[in-house]
């Protein structure tokens, strides 16, 4: 049975100890390498193992006789694990007993000052909350917190990236979190699919989130905080014949009106220059676009309308008879959507109310468009955010937010096959990379997310002047300080594991200024407390507003339709009468034959059309996307089959369809992605 030391044995062991500690370095290091052990996913028992027995060997004795004393010393501190240590120590333990003996021999560390009364931790906050915790070894002194984000070289342009769930959108909630909570304007830009931006205003529901949150002793959400109420909430959708016949959630017993779900319609005459001539100019001559972009010029003064746009290119003698009538009917087209309209219209996107109010968070989907029109709305969205802000005073600081940011401005191998996408792409990247550049002065700043910082178009990417990482490849993290001008991979590399939520943030943290360290790591990052969607939950952000606020499902009032005064045909401003209808069906009419028997090579069939579209003043198509158009646009009559990958049976091109095929067919090529 151990003796319980008096207080002078206990003392007289401490100074032999000290003597023998070599300042303490002995402690620390086996401290931070039982931290790190526990941190890794699986957690490194060997490595744990040895610190542990090491502690225990520096501060209770090999033969753990200092147990009892200590045992009376911090009796407080309810997570100091006797028994568990007491095993460590007699060499009985368990798996479990090492990860609770760190904890005790911690404590010991804290109570002897060993430490030097610095913790091993700091709180990591932005400009408003605490948005997780900085680790760090007790040669690095941060203090009590640390703030990890900063204005003092500029307004940041913060990118998220990491592999698929390691935590990247969820942190970006936090960091959206922190801005609202602060006083800026929150606009999110960016949502393709599934309406996933539509929770903001829905305290944290994920338990796994919640519990996270405890963990690093924060309130588990928006709910349970005296400090932040989750935000008002509007969601802005473009104004089209099918979003005017979508279901919006809406308060149980409450009318439409009440939605959160509004819409929205663009002036004609506040589409940049950059988005509109990019979908004009797709596969053309620079001698075209000069021209197109001399046209544009030329009306860009008051409320003018597509119309105006399509008369003055009527007008232009130097741009062929073809490509002329291509021009007019995209614009056509374009007016048909319904979400390019005028001033008047009482659905015009109003800016002012938007930037003026910060109590509520404006989140844009493009979720119920083609893919197109998705493009081409956030194109204009991107650049609006800054230039709305120049003609504006006394506007509040905002930040701009854009999630998966790899999918609408991918590099050059992963852009749209559709030659018009892709411009859009591009034009999508130049408005970015502008605004990127521009931010500093109206207030701006960026808060984006993206798995790889390689898969971003270059122009871009090296835009961002702060990178919040996760574990990724080594070449995307060296990117990473790249493009910060930041300096520390290798340390910073190996400060980052597999476990979600743990990563860096690189450039512009007052760390870099305080404490001259150009990045900061490991980082715990906090969810949100406000609910961050999770499609294995939920099919759409709609979906969970039904579920967790009790709303239903309903049927919009909007009116679709485009008013009289906005829509013409490519005759009324030609001044010449152009017989209209579908180029897919005019196309099946005079150049496809069906009959038993027949087949074509489907690569045949798409080129012959492109030319013909070509000749005929239509927009050509990507071989992606023929076969979806073609059905789309024709009768029953010409439904294409396919019983292997290369050719369309029961059909064939008639002899003025073969007059549109380029020298030589296409019969040893396959045509994939029909």
């Known amino acids: 049975m151990q003796r319980t030391l008096t207080y002078a044995e206990w003392r007289s062991e401490r100074k032999a100890k000290e003597q023998t500690w070599d300042e303490r370095e002995d402690v620390r290091t086996a401290i931070d390498a039982g931290i790190a052990a526990t941190m890794r996913e699986p957690p490194d028992e060997q490595l744990l193992e040895r610190a542990v027995e090491r502690l225990a060997e520096l501060l209770v004795g ?22 568990a240590l007491r095993a460590v120590a007699t060499g009985q333990p368990r798996v479990r007993d090492y990860e609770l003996a760190l904890d005790a021999l911690i404590a010991i560390a804290d109570h002897e000052g060993i430490t030097e009364d610095v913790s091993n931790h700091a709180e990591a906050r932005g400009f408003e909350l605490p948005m997780g915790r900085v680790w760090s070894s007790y040669e690095m002194e941060y203090g009590d917190e640390i703030r990890i984000v900063s204005r003092n070289s500029g307004w940041p342009k913060t990118l998220f990236c990491g592999d698929t769930g390691q935590g990247k959108s969820a942190t970006l909630d936090g960091a959206v979190a922190d801005r609202y909570a602060s006083g800026m304007k929150i606009v999110d830009l960016v949502d393709t699919d599934e309406f996933e931006s539509g929770v903001y205003d829905i305290p944290q529901r994920q338990p796994a989130l919640r519990d996270a949150r405890r963990d690093l002793e924060l309130p588990a959400g928006a709910d349970v905080m005296d400090d932040f109420d989750a935000p ?20 149980e017993g409450a009318d439409v009106d009440d939605s959160v779900v509004r819409p929205f319609t663009i002036p004609a005459s506040d589409l940049d220059e950059t988005t509109l001539v990019s979908f004009l100019t797709a596969l053309v001559s620079k001698q075209q676009e000069a021209s197109i972009r001399t046209a544009y010029n030329a009306v860009a003064e008051g409320d003018w309308t597509l119309q105006d746009l399509a008369e003055q290119i009527a007008k232009r003698d130097d741009l062929q008879d073809s490509y002329q009538r291509r021009v007019l009917r995209l614009l056509e087209d374009l007016q048909s959507k319904g979400f390019i309209r005028d001033q008047d219209c009482e659905y015009a996107i109003d800016w002012d109310d938007i930037f003026y109010d910060t109590d509520t968070v404006t989140a844009f989907s493009v979720a119920p468009l083609e893919e197109i029109d998705q493009l081409m709305v956030l194109s204009y969205l991107v650049r609006a955010l800054y230039d709305e802000r120049t003609s504006r005073t006394e506007l509040p600081a905002c930040a701009g937010v854009a999630r998966e940011l790899h999918e609408i401005v991918p590099h050059r191998e992963e852009a749209a096959a559709d030659a018009r996408a892709e411009a859009l792409q591009g034009a999508i990247a130049s408005n970015l990379s502008y605004i990127l550049r521009k931010n500093r002065h109206e207030r701006l700043e960026i808060l984006a997310d993206t798995q790889d910082v390689m898969d971003l178009k270059k122009g871009v990417r090296l835009r961002f002047s702060r990178f919040v990482a996760f574990q990724m490849p080594d070449r995307s993290l060296k990117s990473c300080f790249e493009y910060a001008g930041a300096s520390g991979f290798d340390s910073c590399r190996n400060s980052i594991g597999p476990e979600a939520g743990v990563g860096a943030v690189i450039g512009m943290s007052e760390a870099a200024i305080e404490y001259e360290r150009d990045f900061i790591s490991p980082v715990q990052f906090a969810p949100a407390p406000f609910h961050h969607f999770d499609v294995d939950e939920h099919d759409s952000g709609f979906d969970a507003r039904c579920d967790y606020l009790d709303e239903d499902l309903v049927p919009v009032p909007w009116l679709g339709s485009v008013p009289d005064r906005l829509c013409f045909g490519v005759g009324d401003v030609a001044g010449e009468e152009i017989a209209e209808g579908s180029p897919y069906q005019e196309f099946a009419e005079e150049c496809l034959e069906r009959g038993p028997g027949k087949t074509v090579v489907k690569r045949d069939v798409i080129d012959a059309y492109n030319n013909f579209a070509e000749e005929r003043g239509y927009d050509t198509v990507g071989v992606r996307w023929f076969l979806r158009k073609f059905r789309k646009q024709t009768t029953d009559e010409w439904e294409l089959e396919s019983y292997s990958e290369r050719k369309y049976d029961g ?19 396959m045509a994939s992605g029909d």
């Open 651 to 669: 059909v064939e091109l008639t002899q003025a369809g073969q007059q549109y095929l380029p020298s030589g067919g296409a019969d040893t090529e």
């Open 62 to 83: 090999s033969d753990g006789r200092l147990i009892d004393y200590y045992s009376r010393e911090i009796t407080h501190n309810d997570q100091y694990p006797l028994a």
């Open 232 to 251: 008002d909430l509007e969601i802005l959708v473009p104004l089209t014949p099918e979003t005017a016949s979508m279901d919006v959630p809406v308060p």
